[in-house]
């Protein structure tokens, strides 16, 4: 079985919650990928002593699910249970951590459990040779402690505009390249030693054997970067999401799709999969999952968005049906004929970094009731400018920024491409 599955896996898995202020909303798919190696923390009220902290993290696995699997369980403990983060505990009462010491503490714990997790007999006798990005916040009182190992990206949505973003850990970054190179080993294809498409990340013991090297001197490192951030009264969202995500949106779009979902629906879960619904119909192929943490001072619902997304979808509907009725004298248009004349026209009021890419479910629905034998062949896929070439240059693309795999995976993303668009 190559890379890719026939047809997408579009179930997904849900979760919220709130305390301590927030309130977060959670949405994960497997997508077009043969395995879900996604995972992901939520965590409101830390235990011993921290109650009225916060953690959610997001963990991207790569070449199977264990390492990120387990990072989703127990990464936590071995942050807060360190005696770098406990460092000020003195005489049997739990004080705060200081900045120094929690940023210390999550540097050591991400270094502890990569350490652990290596004497796990199938990863220590390369049975397994999983691997997995890791980034999350740690939220206090008063600060938020972004912590980022990998591809993954977190961001903060602040006063109207993104505020703070985590920095991808790319192999042609020049520290993260003077680091392989330092090593032994070389970046080709923008990949470690031409095959993984990550210079920082938690298991990878493939790349972690250099002898006279430390932990944080290898080809992979397992060292997170940790930055706080003061908190405000003008903060509005933090999203964390997998590469699947961050592949087809920018930092901006995304957050400006997410604030125009928040003032449609309340209900953070919901919104989490308007996200992971868009991103698929954008084109991504990857796993996708994402953790959206709302302040107080979050956006609300708002009467006249909600009126005005209501009008679109009625006219969406209608103009489906529109476009159905004038071609079904030359028989049934496949759907990805309805997308093409759709992203031609100027549609008012498209959400925002979403674009008709935001409503496809809403055209999707109508297709399907006024054509509902159809099979799926012929639907658009990333490539909606329509055209076998086109859809061939966007697989291409795909396997370019998706890719976390040798020589051989290539091949089948390219092939896994290419069966896609003969079959559109």
């Known amino acids: 079985m190559g890379a890719f599955l026939d047809k997408p896996k579009t179930e997904k898995h849900n979760a919220h919650g709130a305390g301590n202020g927030l309130r977060y909303g959670l949405s994960s798919m497997q997508g077009w990928r043969v395995e879900m190696e996604d995972a992901h923390t939520a965590v409101v009220g830390i235990p011993h002593g921290l109650e009225d902290w916060s953690f959610f993290a997001v963990y991207d696995g790569h070449a199977g699910s264990r390492v990120a699997n387990y990072c989703s369980t127990h990464l936590l403990e071995h942050i807060t249970n360190n005696e770098d983060f406990r460092a000020t505990e003195k005489a049997g009462s739990a004080l705060e951590p200081s900045v120094e010491n929690v940023k210390s503490g999550i540097r050591t714990g991400f270094l502890k459990i990569d350490e652990y997790m290596r004497n796990f007999s199938d990863l220590r006798n390369g049975m397994d040779r999983s691997g997995s990005t890791a980034v999350g916040v740690m939220i206090s009182p008063e600060h938020v402690y972004f912590i980022n190992c990998g591809d993954s990206r977190a961001v903060l949505y602040r006063n109207g505009q993104v505020c703070f973003s985590t920095q ?86 995304l957050c400006e799709f997410v604030k125009s979902r928040l003032e449609v629906s309340d209900d953070l879960e919901t919104v989490c999969n308007w996200v992971v619904d868009t991103c698929l119909h954008k084109g991504s192929r990857d796993n996708m999952s994402i953790v959206l943490v709302c302040f107080s001072n979050a956006p609300k619902v708002s009467d006249e968005a909600v009126k005005k997304d209501a009008e679109l979808d009625k006219y969406l509907e209608s103009r489906v049906e529109e476009i159905m009725e004038k071609s079904g004298e030359e028989g049934m248009p496949d759907l990805a004929h309805v997308i093409r004349i759709l992203t031609a026209e100027n549609i008012p009021n498209l959400p925002p970094g979403g674009g008709l890419a935001g409503k496809r479910n809403i055209i999707e629905a109508v297709y399907t009731r006024l054509n509902p034998h159809r099979d799926n062949e012929g639907e658009p896929g990333a490539a909606e400018e329509g055209g076998t070439q086109g859809r061939l240059v966007e697989a291409l693309r795909q396997m370019r920024i998706n890719h976390r795999g040798n020589y051989r995976h290539l091949l089948e993303e390219l092939l896994a491409g290419y069966r896609l668009a003969q079959l559109r």
């Not at 790319?170 to 080709?188: D, L, T």
């Not at 095959?195 to 990340?201: E, M, N, Y």
């Not at 970067?225 to 699947?244: H, K, M, P, S, T």
Request: proline share 6%; aromatic share 4%; net charge negative.
């Open 168 to 253: 991808d850990h790319k192999p042609c970054n020049p520290r993260e390249k003077e680091r392989i190179q330092n090593a032994g080993g070389s970046v080709m294809i923008q990949r470690v030693n031409g095959s993984l498409a990550v210079s920082r990340a938690l298991g990878d013991y493939d790349y972690k054997c250099v002898d006279g090297k430390g932990p944080t001197e290898q080809l992979v490192s397992p060292e997170p970067e940790v930055c706080e951030i003061l908190r405000a009264e003008e903060d509005e969202f933090i999203i964390l999401a997998c590469d699947g995500i961050w592949d087809v949106m920018s930092n901006e779009e």
